[in-house]
């Protein structure tokens, strides 16, 4: 197959995806850029499901750069510590509220060079913010499941993050860069699981190239599964 050939084809099977999920979104809840920021810096190695239950207690006592530049560490750990690493989101948070309000005002920079030198902020955490808090993505952001649906699709032979979103970023106008993710995402959580793909159910079956023999492509090793949400 030609390489503009199968372009075409990955943009018309995106399109169909879409499609399959209109709703797809951010699952993180949040209100405003800041709580996003915050939400994303915590959902490392931690699901949605479960940073969803620490934000609003979390959010109620330290919903703003101000007060959560002032928290207190060790309360800070309390209310997020059912999240894996919780002693260094706590620290990385604070640092991260302090440098807003030093640095920004007190405000979210909409650009990936500020974010990124926020403390605990990486280039996927500030992709998500910029696609979804101000619809100005820079990147793909490339989580556990655009890596894996991204491999069985045939979008990308690539096994690390960044050289995934590199031919991600190639292969799809950057228009779409925010939008792909979310329904990778979707469709990863909810059909293309990484231990049980429903291919027979799957309304892309006709052309992934991984369909009904998936389950040993785009999965972890055992051991950094184990140690990833
Ligand atoms: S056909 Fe199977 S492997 Fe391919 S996207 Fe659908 S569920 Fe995933």
Do not use: Y
Not at 33 to 57: E, I, K, R, Y
Not at 157 to 167: G, L, M, S, V
Not at 181 to 198: D, E, K, M, Q
């Amino acid at each position: 197959m030609t390489k503009s050939r199968a372009l075409r084809e990955a943009r018309q099977t995106l399109r169909r995806l879409r499609d399959l999920h209109p709703d797809a979104h951010c699952e993180l809840e949040h209100d405003g850029p800041f709580q996003l920021l915050v939400a994303t810096v915590l959902s490392a190695q931690s699901t949605d499901v479960a940073v969803n239950a620490v934000t609003p207690a979390l959010f109620r006592r330290f919903g703003t750069p101000e007060r959560l530049a002032r928290a207190d560490q060790p309360t800070l750990e309390t209310l997020i510590g059912r999240l894996g690493m919780f002693r260094q989101k706590a620290k990385n948070l604070i640092g991260m509220a302090k440098a807003l309000c030093a640095e920004h005002a007190g405000t979210v920079p909409a650009s990936l060079d500020a974010l990124v030198a926020l403390p605990g902020v990486g280039r996927k955490t500030a992709n998500v913010v910029l696609g979804v808090a101000f619809g100005a993505a820079e990147g793909v952001v490339v989580d556990t499941h655009v890596q894996r649906l991204s491999q069985r699709l045939g979008w990308t032979k690539q096994t690390t993050p960044e050289k995934i979103e590199a031919d991600l970023m190639k292969a799809f106008p950057r228009e779409s860069w925010d939008i792909l993710s979310h329904t990778l995402i979707f469709h990863g959580r909810r059909v293309c699981t990484a231990r049980s793909p429903a291919c027979s159910g799957c309304g892309v079956s006709d052309v992934c190239p991984s369909a009904f023999r998936a389950e040993g492509v785009g999965r972890k090793p055992p051991r950094a599964r184990s140690t990833s949400a």
